[in-house]
């Protein structure tokens, strides 16, 4: 299958909005479920989470699209920027940082109401159940944004990506068996062999093999 050129790797990390450059803690945010009954590989997955992306989220909280239309239904690849409309908030840039057959992660740019980036992931676990698992790692963007989160971000946030799982869970197979999780963690820093420019917030590697 054809892709698109990669962008080289310092086109990719150029002009993020950092952690470092955010205000608050740097919190990190876990959102995962087992699809039930999953009729398809997790690499297969993410294969069609990358190509149809904006169709995973909730319209009403917010709305993606590709900033090169020419690429619609296209495998989202390293380097590609995609416009995000926030309700409520205003529309801001992400950047594909990395990708692999199992993940794929997006930073933010400049002007966004987070500094950091977010990872979409699916593998198996080690009773073969494949998991859908979202996994950011952000401090507020900004002072006002902070207090903005504070306020009303952290719902909205939650209401995003455990939808996007769900919608992901019910493209896959039937849906999510038991609850979605939903989880924040307060770090002190970076985890050690973390990569804010190039690297994924976790690895999916999964377990049992071939997917």
């Known amino acids: ?23 608050g803690p740097l919190l990190q945010r876990d959102y995962w479920g087992v699809i039930r009954r999953c009729r398809y590989a997790p690499a297969d997955i993410m294969d069609w989470v990358g190509r149809h992306f904006p169709e995973f989220a909730p319209e009403e909280l917010c709305v993606f699209a ?47 109401p987070e500094a950091g980036r977010i990872t979409f992931g699916a593998y198996r676990n080690v009773h073969r159940d494949v998991i859908f698992h979202i996994r950011s790692r952000a401090r507020s963007g900004s002072p006002v944004h902070y207090w903005g989160f504070v306020t009303a971000g952290e719902a909205m946030q939650t209401n995003t990506w455990t939808e996007f799982v769900t919608r992901v869970a019910v493209s896959a197979g039937d849906g999510v068996l038991g609850v979605i999780h939903a989880d924040t963690s307060h770090l002190d820093a970076e985890p050690r062999g973390g990569d804010v420019e190039a690297g994924p917030t976790f690895l999916a590697l999964g377990s049992g093999g071939d997917d």
């Open 66 to 112: 590709r900033e090169d239309a020419s690429r619609e239904d296209q495998p989202l690849e390293e380097g590609e920027t995609l416009r995000v409309h926030i309700h409520g908030a205003g529309t801001f840039g992400v950047r594909v940082i990395h990708k692999n057959a199992r993940s794929l992660t997006l930073a933010t740019l400049p002007g966004h």
């Open 1 to 23: 299958m054809a892709h698109g050129p990669r962008h080289p790797a310092e086109h990719v990390a150029e002009g993020l909005l950092l952690p470092d450059m955010g205000a």
